[in-house]
């Protein structure tokens, strides 16, 4: 028990759990996951890891893709309604999910449901009697939705039933234990309630903490643009990682590493700069393998401690950024689509964060003319492209 207990944040229904274990039952451990974007992250990678550590003691991993769950939105942690998908948005997100979860789960001892399955055939009927197990007062116990009815603020009938739908989930595929981060606490014992009400023993619900992004204040979240995904390049997912603060390095040791306390404190004697490189070597060997590893160490380091240029980066020919035979730094390097947008091409030379062959640029309008010889143009610490001479 003390192995599913580890890192946890909220364990519930322990008793319950040590019981079925004492006879010998394979444990059921459901883990949803809504595709409403198409990258997993490493904030996703705090309940993989505890989902595939019941997996290493021979017990059965449930992977449910809320394909149809998706299409409704979870309000959890939200102030306001999330925006709808289309079934194509959830279809293509969710095609990308299995891939990405399988770099840190046994594909072969992953059973794997979409919600769709029973969801997609259920009548109007059965979604009414399931909504009679709930209600509106249970439902406004969620802080969430607490503080929004309490400011006058928007709750749609659809987000009451979400928990619901997500509880139904528990029911279908008899789980024994569900996984989830804090947020998910009160859609998990939905779930745990549905099972006591179908006359079963409800589910262990155990909730992980939520991990904090690049910038050591809020949740990783694709939203805050300060997360680390898991289809990230190996160049850009070294980077990232290196760019954390000591601070938050030391959570991803604990949450993502699996590292004891003990562990980390003695890791804590070194120096920092060289417990970050460890860290990043250890996280892109997981995701790359050791080779990959190793040679995106060898570029940070030219690159970072040598304040060298890398070999390997973007090349652009000119003509494939400008039909003009001078341009300006900022359409160039906005043509190279490597950045979200223009705009955040123009705040990054304002801001003193471009060199143009190692000197910087503080004009976004400051003209280029077509070069006879290579330029290397540097975007903050990890992004170089180069633009071809003629």
Known sequence: MEIFAQNAEKFIGAEDLKNKLEAGKTLRVKLGV????????????????????FQDLG???????????????????????????TPAEVDANSK???????????????????????F??????????????????????????????ASNTPISIVEFLYPLVQGYDSIMIESDVELGGT?????????????????????????????????GVKKMSKSYDNYIAFN???????????????????????????Y????????????PMAAKKNLARLLLTKFFGKDAADAEAENFEKV????????????????????????????????????????????????????????KVSDPMLKISKPAQDIVLQAGKRKFIRVKGA
């Open 304 to 359: 970072f401690s040598k304040n060298e240029i890398p070999e390997d980066m973007p090349e652009f020919k000119w003509e494939e950024l400008t039909a003009l035979p001078e341009d300006t730094v900022l359409n160039l390097m906005a043509a190279s689509k490597l950045f979200p947008s223009k705009g955040e091409v123009k705040r990054l030379i304002e801001q003193g964060g471009v060199k143009m062959d190692a000197e």
């Open 183 to 215: 947020d998910q606490l009160f859609n998990n014992l939905v779930g745990r309630n549905l099972q006591e009400q179908d006359g079963k023993t409800g589910q262990a619900v155990i909730t992980m903490p939520l991990l904090v992004g690049l910038d």
């Open 34 to 53: 809504d595709p409403t974007r198409p990258d997993l992250t490493f904030g996703h990678m705090v309940v993989f890891n505890k989902l595939k550590q």
């Open 260 to 271: 004891a306390s003990h562990t980390i404190e003695r890791l804590k004697q070194d120096h």
């Open 96 to 118: 990308t999910y299995l891939d990405q979860a399988f770099k840190i789960l046994d594909e072969s001892k992953t059973e794997v449901h979409y919600n769709s399955e029973w």
């Open 232 to 258: 990230d390049a190996p160049r850009e997912m070294f980077g990232k990682i290196m760019s954390v603060s000591d601070d938050t390095m030391w959570k991803y040791y604990q949450y993502l590493m699996l």
């Open 59 to 85: 017990h059965q991993a449930v992977l449910i893709i809320g394909d149809y769950t998706a299409c409704i939105g979870d309000p959890s942690g939200r102030s306001a309604l999330r925006p709808v998908l």
């Open 120 to 149: 997609g055939g259920m009548a109007f009927g059965d979604l009414l009697n399931l909504a009679r197990k709930m209600t509106v007062a249970r439902m406004l116990e969620r802080d969430d939705f607490a503080k929004r009815y």
